[in-house]
């Protein structure tokens, strides 16, 4: 499944998804008591109160759709889609986990099936960052621990919502730091740098670079771990901006601060080569400064070390 948002109009695809869940709500109940006329009228009541009572806010019924047996994956997508694309308010987030929603993205993540869990996590991502209450209704739910386990998974949506779910779940909250931690959260989170996807090694690094520049103990529990070792081996002369190489000296900025750096004396004396490069390169100069600045933090770590 791709992660990226529908292009369709919202509205328009809740109310005709909220009309098919009525319509099939009738015709599976219909189907599992044909010589009976019982139904489940309230059910069928509350969806076509529903839809006439429709407005602007329409998290309720992107809930109902998501919890409709009878609507289709594609359906249920359409209602993710909506729900991101309005998430990261933060007071609609909260009034989202107060109505039951949170605990349906939490189905759909624990699931192993790939078509509404990518999106799933990417919502909880939007939805924790820099909200205490999400943050804390989530720690509680345990679903660190999961996440922690998807961040690198074959699927690159999943392992990249993970990670970016990882971070908006630790990030100034330190309980989900701390179980992040004790779930070898980083050992995970450096074997990611070794995917083959360029979009999870990027949010890899850049949460490195993150964690890195927070504590000396979390910078050196990263280091233990052979992350330097890794993203020197990325490291590459270029002549305009590289989101990889941004990421990349991002990271080794944060973690040269340490003096276990852990690196072999051939990998040192070819990063210096290459970030001096980076340095005197005046075409990269003119498109992102800011990596030459990172190139030479890093040489002058490494030289002082």
Sequence with gaps: MNSKRSSAK???NLEALLRLAVEHSGKDEEAQNTNSNQTDEKRIDFLQS???????????????????????????????????????????????????????????????????????????????????FCQNYFY?????????????????????????????LIQNFPP???????TKGIQTLVSCLNSTHKSVYIKA???????????????????????VSILLNNLENKNEYDDKLEATLRALSALSVSCKWSSTR??????????????????????????SNFSQNILKNMTTK
């Design 176 to 182: 989900g730091l701390k179980e992040f931690l004790s």
């Design 10 to 12: 919202p509205k328009q």
């Design 266 to 291: 051939d990998q040192n004396a070819n990063a210096e080569i290459i970030l001096k490069q980076i340095i005197n390169n005046k075409a990269l100069l003119d498109t992102c400064e800011e990596m």
């Design 50 to 132: 529903a839809l006439r009572a429709m407005t602007g806010d329409d998290f309720e019924t992107a809930l109902l759709i998501l919890r409709t047996d009878s609507t289709t994956i594609e359906q249920k997508i359409d209602s993710l889609d909506l729900i991101r694309d309005k998430i990261d308010d933060i007071d609609l987030a909260n009034s989202f986990v107060k109505i039951g929603g949170a605990a349906e993205l939490l189905r759909y993540i624990r699931t192993r099936d790939n078509n509404l869990r990518p999106q799933s996590i990417y919502i909880v991502a939007e939805m924790a960052q820099n909200n205490e």
């Design 205 to 227: 690094a850049f949460l490195i670079g993150s964690l890195a520049s927070r504590e000396n103990s979390i910078r050196d529990h990263i280091n233990k771990q052979n992350a």
């Design 140 to 168: 509680n739910e345990h679903i660190i621990p999961v996440l922690t386990s998807t961040m690198n998974d074959a699927d690159e949506d999943v392992a990249r919502g993970s990670i970016f779910a990882i971070s908006s």
